[in-house]
T-cell receptor, first 118, second 109 residues
Framework: GAGVSQSPRYKVAKRGQDVALRCDPISGHVSLFWYQQALGQGPEFLTYFQNEAQLDKSGLPSDRFFAERPEGSVSTLKIQRTQQEDSAVYLC????????????????FGEGSRLTVL | GIQVEQSPPDLILQEGANSTLRCNFSDSVNNLQWFHQNPWGQLINLFYIPSGTKQNGRLSATTVATERYSLLYISSSQTTDSGVYFCAACRSNDYKLSFGAGTTVTVRA
């Protein structure tokens, strides 16, 4: 597509529910990133995919967070048994280059998925 | 990871004024980007500028990689320039961008 697309834009979950957030990156982009942005703060790195391989998941806050990109394009971030502290905006970004090239190149972000856990 | 510091944290401008936002980073970089976060939360790309100078309309940016800082210039500010400006940098031999805390710009008519 023309840009990075994320869905849903807004999600309200009851504490303990599972949620799934979808990211459709720019077509042909090798790298895909997930970031978490709390209110009033800058985005924080969660995880990185190069094609279908998850090369870095060091930023995932707990084992309740899981991400996948099975065919190297669309990615899903899943949060199990949501807690109130999971409330944030989840941002997806993609870039043309991959790790191992000089750099991954310019990152383009989607509009984000705003999660509110009650 | 790389440390990114932005200043000032807040900036209030009268419409038509010029301003400079600063970004300091702690290590050599292979990527540096400036973003404007719009009221709906989307990060809009302003500049991809690991080194050198670029201009786009009323905005320009300069990165002095050897001295580990970047500057974003806003000239003849307009109310639509209001919002949060983020600098993000990626350390050489790394792949993930680390963000500063942002500068909140308010332009008054």
């Amino acid at each position: 597509g023309a840009g990075v697309s994320q869905s849903p834009r807004y999600k309200v979950a009851k504490r303990g529910q599972d949620v799934a957030l979808r990211c459709d990156p720019i077509s042909g982009h090798v790298s895909l990133f997930w970031y978490q942005q709390a209110l009033g703060q800058g985005p924080e790195f969660l995880t990185y995919f190069q094609n279908e391989a998850q090369l870095d998941k060091s930023g995932l806050p707990s084992d309740r967070f899981f991400a996948e990109r099975p065919e190297g394009s669309v990615s899903t971030l899943k949060i199990q048994r949501t807690q109130q502290e999971d409330s944030a905006v989840y941002l997806c970004a993609s870039s043309l280059g991959g790790w191992g090239t000089r750099n991954t190149g310019e990152l383009f972000f989607g509009e984000g998925s705003r999660l509110t856990v009650l | 990871g790389i440390q990114v510091e932005q200043s000032p944290p807040d900036l209030i401008l009268q419409e038509g004024a010029n301003s400079t936002l600063r970004c300091n980073f702690s290590d050599s970089v292979n990527n540096l980007q400036w973003f404007h976060q719009n009221p709906w939360g989307q990060l809009i790309n302003l500049f991809y500028i690991p080194s050198g100078t670029k201009q786009n309309g009323r905005l320009s940016a300069t990165t002095v990689a050897t001295e580990r800082y970047s500057l974003l210039y806003i000239s003849s500010s307009q109310t639509t320039d209001s919002g949060v400006y983020f600098c993000a940098a990626c350390r050489s031999n790394d792949y993930k961008l680390s963000f500063g805390a942002g500068t909140t710009v308010t332009v008054r008519a």
